[in-house]
């Protein structure tokens, strides 16, 4: 027994939906509906639904899986318990150095949209000043309590929805009463369907990180699948109906630098490109809120079961929370955001994502055999969809890019070393359902 103070169950299953439309809607979707209509023109919006589609072959697996288990870690976790400490440490580093990395980039995105509003933002001096002042806030009400983080995340969802919700209504309603643009032409063969299902399975990714926390949910078995299936129908409904207003109000969708901007302007007038500055400053502030929630759990976990220092798992005496990984975390993005270079993130999010994503739905046929009773969900279809989901993300590592894979090589070696250090380690505290030592 252990006097460390635990963790409060305090997210609920409302609060989980929101926190994965936050941490799948970034800056993405400004920019997005160009990219896809580019590719494959009028047929674009069938290519957005078709990717929710299949990203629904992998949230299921992750349903099933998460529906076992009542720990942090998400990932990490589920693919330690089932395949060994090795393969757990593996993938808790690619998940910790693609989010640092990856909000990192967000927060300098999210003063780049401030800039709009403050054109001083992007000054060395002011720009230093709002990353402090951005990451400094969020850090300082994680720090105080799970409860206060996700009231951001709460009311920073429905603040990111409106102005999109707002542009889907007027662009239906300027469908029905308006002929519909001509679409670009363009070459929607075989290579070009991949292409642009590529891009929307990463456009529709990061659903995973809201997982990392379940330690601080209050029904993580049974609200888990809830919340993944409710927020990737939100967000396919969300992609798919702006895709449809983009290229049918735009005559030429598939050069706007701005598509959202541009169709704002046409359906709104000259508001409207304020209102999607507003909606993109929100988007972006509302996903790095949210994973700065999650994303400081990784820490946490990896400390939890053994395999970073235990000094990463302590838990504030008052607040319950992981305060020293969330100020550990929180620090290390001012860093990157302040001073790193991102260029190469991309390459590594796509990469690492993929191979845990895989690493999941193969764990789906092993969890059954090891415990058949455990999953408060169950995927239906056999083994169908699991074996489905290992094959899609197998197909996409094969046509990602690797031209930066010295990033990935050395986060490899990095948690082999990690390895070796904690091979013979066992956990700080008795883990929770499913969180063998491996």
């Known amino acids: 027994m252990t006097s460390q103070p635990q963790l409060i169950r305090a997210i609920g299953r409302w609060s989980l939906v929101a926190l994965v439309v936050n941490t799948i809607i970034g800056s993405g979707i400004f920019g997005l509906p160009a990219v896809i209509a580019a590719t494959l023109g009028g047929a674009s919006p069938w290519a957005v639904l078709l990717g929710g589609l299949v990203m629904g072959v992998i949230v299921s697996c992750y ?115 308006h002929p519909p643009s001509v679409a670009t032409a363009a070459q929607a063969g075989a290579n070009g369907w991949f292409k642009a299902m590529l891009l929307l399975f990463f456009a529709y990714g990061g659903y995973e990180a809201i997982l990392i ?24 409904l969300i992609y798919t109906l702006l895709q449809f207003i983009v290229v049918g109000v735009l005559p030429d969708a598939a050069h706007s630098d701005r598509p959202l901007s541009d169709v704002a302007g046409t359906l709104i007038g000259h508001a409207g490109a304020g209102l999607v500055a507003v909606a993109a400053l929100i988007s972006v502030g509302g996903f ?48 990157f955001a302040a001073f790193g270079s991102f ?14 994503y895989a690493g999941v739905c193969a764990a789906v046929p092993v969890l059954r055999r090891r415990q058949p009773e455990a999953a408060r969900f169950r995927v239906p ?58």
């Not at 699948?225 to 967000?235: D, H, I, S």
């Not at 302590?314 to 990984?325: L, S, Y």
């Not at 260029?343 to 845990?356: F, I, P």
Request: hydrophobic letters at 55%; proline letters at 5%; one cysteine or more.
């Open 288 to 335: 790095v809120s949210a994973h700065m929630l999650t994303g400081s759990r990784s820490i946490f976990s990896l400390a939890e079961l053994g395999d970073f220092p235990e000094g990463f798992a302590a838990i504030h005496p008052r607040f319950r929370t992981p305060h020293v990984a969330i100020v550990t975390f929180g620090l290390l993005i001012w860093l």
């Open 63 to 177: 349903a099933e899986v998460a529906s076992q288990f009542t720990g942090s870690g998400g990932s990490y976790l589920y693919v330690r318990y089932t395949f060994g400490r090795l393969a757990g440490i593996q993938v808790g580093w690619m998940n910790l150095l693609t989010r640092f990395t990856a909000y990192a980039a967000a927060v300098n995105l999210f003063v780049s949209y401030l800039a709009q509003f403050i054109p001083e933002a992007t000054q060395p001096v002011p720009r230093l000043i709002a990353i402090t002042l951005l990451v400094g806030t969020l850090v300082a009400v994680n720090y105080r309590g799970v409860s206060g983080g996700t009231l951001v995340s709460n009311v920073s969802v429905v603040a990111k929805l409106l102005p999109l919700a707002l542009i889907g209504v007027i662009g239906v309603g300027y469908l029905f009463t």
């Open 343 to 356: 260029s190469w993130n991309v390459t590594l999010s796509a990469v690492g994502r993929l191979l845990y």
């Open 381 to 438: 279809g056999g083994l169908l969809l699991p074996i489905l989901g290992v094959l899609i993300c197998g197909s996409l590592l094969i046509h990602a890019d690797f031209s930066k894979s010295m990033i990935l090589v050395g986060t490899i070696a990095i948690a082999l070393l990690n390895w070796l250090l904690v091979r013979n380690r066992g956990p700080l505290a008795a883990p929770a359902s499913g969180a063998g030592s491996g």
């Open 213 to 236: 926390a379940m330690g601080e949910a209050k029904d993580p078995r049974g609200d888990a699948p809830f919340a993944l299936f409710m927020g990737l129908f939100v967000v396919t």
